[in-house]
């Protein structure tokens, strides 16, 4: 028995995959009941009549390449909130499993985990700390019922990166026991490294990126979760065969075009100059009592009248985050960096 198959849910481990319609583009398609014409609106490069690749290969290797690791350990979804649903359906047997979330933190780890069944176990970040991992605190809270320890690196909503070395150190105390699994959304304004790179040596690390953030495709729904190829091939049997839309696809190999990236780096040098200039702004803001350092594209902000910043933000008709419903975070609003222009009225409308 491997540890994927040890931690992993049996009845998914036994599991026979579905059988999808075969995929040879060098024959013509009598297998899949689909029409042999695409409609005259249909303004994708492949037809729209067929259904899609499953894992389509181009785009796990481009993906692979982008966040530089190999084929076998990518799998692609719906964005990382669809390979966070998988990795609990995948892992968690409803009303037996449980899941670790360190709060504040982001919301879909715990819906995901509720909507399965699991548990939720929650072990706080250390907020005198900068909201650093409470390591000892997660090895505490780890029994064997928990199968997935929920990590987000930079975090959202704090902002803060964790430490590699505590996320490694609790990765390699909880061999045998669960994966480790670091939500790297927003990895790409911090300017750290990801720890994907480290999946190889650590098979109990798992890694989630996310197309939706820095590479403005939030629309196109693509989010890549790196793992062991055990758990990726685990995984595959639990995504639906045809979760990535041809439309999406084509959206993302076009961005994804070497001709477009240097695009999105003058972009990503842009808003994360603009968010130094707005964590130094925003300190000085009347109304504001605290503004915590920023690793992401968004700053988390302390007001001493909360209901006067939101009003003055609509005012300026710019929405901004609530964070008052996370624990600890009671007078406190998360501002996405925006473009020069919108930043500038949203201090104006501030002050
Ligand atoms: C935005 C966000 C996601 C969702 O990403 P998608 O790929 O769009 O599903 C995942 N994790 C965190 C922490 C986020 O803030």
Redesign the pocket.
């Known amino acids: 028995m491997t540890w994927v198959t040890q931690l992993a849910r049996p009845d998914i481990v036994a599991l026979k995959a579905y059988e999808h319609a075969s995929w040879e583009p060098e024959l013509e398609r009598l297998h899949a009941n689909e029409l042999p014409w695409r409609s005259l609106a249909d303004g994708s490069s492949a037809g729209l009549n067929r259904y899609p690749e499953p894992q389509p290969r181009a785009l796990v290797q481009r993906l692979a390449a982008l966040y530089d690791v190999p084929a076998s350990s990518v799998l692609v979804g ?7 649903d998988l990795l609990v359906r995948g892992f968690c047997r409803a009303g037996q499993d449980s899941v670790i979330i360190c709060p504040p ?2 919301g ?1 780890y715990s819906v995901s985990a509720r909507i399965q069944g699991a548990n939720v176990v929650t072990v706080p970040l250390q907020a005198d700390a900068g909201f650093a991992l409470d390591t000892q605190a997660v090895l505490e809270k780890c029994t064997p019922d928990v199968k997935l320890v929920f990590l ?1 690196s930079p ?2 909503p704090t902002g803060n990166l964790l430490s590699e070395d505590d996320i490694v150190n609790l990765t390699r105390r909880l061999e045998g026991r669960a994966v480790v699994v670091v ?1 790297e ?2 990895l790409e304004f911090s300017g750290a490294q990801s720890l994907a790179r480290r999946v190889a040596e650590l098979p109990q690390l798992a890694v ?1 990126r ?4 820095a590479y403005a495709l ?1 629309g196109a ?3 890549t979760l790196i793992a062991d190829p055990e758990v990726i091939a685990l995984l595959r049997k639990v995504i639906p065969p045809y979760a990535i839309a041809q439309l999406s696809m084509e959206a993302v190999l076009n961005v994804l075009d070497p001709s477009q990236l240097a695009v999105s780096k003058a972009r990503l040098t842009t808003i994360v100059a603009e968010r130094d200039r707005m964590l130094a702004a925003i300190a000085k803001l009347p109304n504001v009592t605290r503004v915590w350092p920023s690793a992401s594209n968004f700053v988390l902000v302390e007001f001493a009248d909360v209901p006067l910043a939101l009003a003055r933000s609509r005012g300026a008709r710019l929405l901004i985050r609530d964070a008052r419903g996370y624990p600890g975070l009671g007078r406190c609003l998360r501002i996405t960096i925006g473009s020069p222009e919108q930043n500038d009225r949203l201090l104006e409308a501030l002050r």
């Open positions: 719906r964005g990382s909130d669809e390979a966070i933190t982001f879909m987000c975090n959202n939500d959304a927003y989630l996310t197309l939706s953030k939030a729904r693509c989010g």
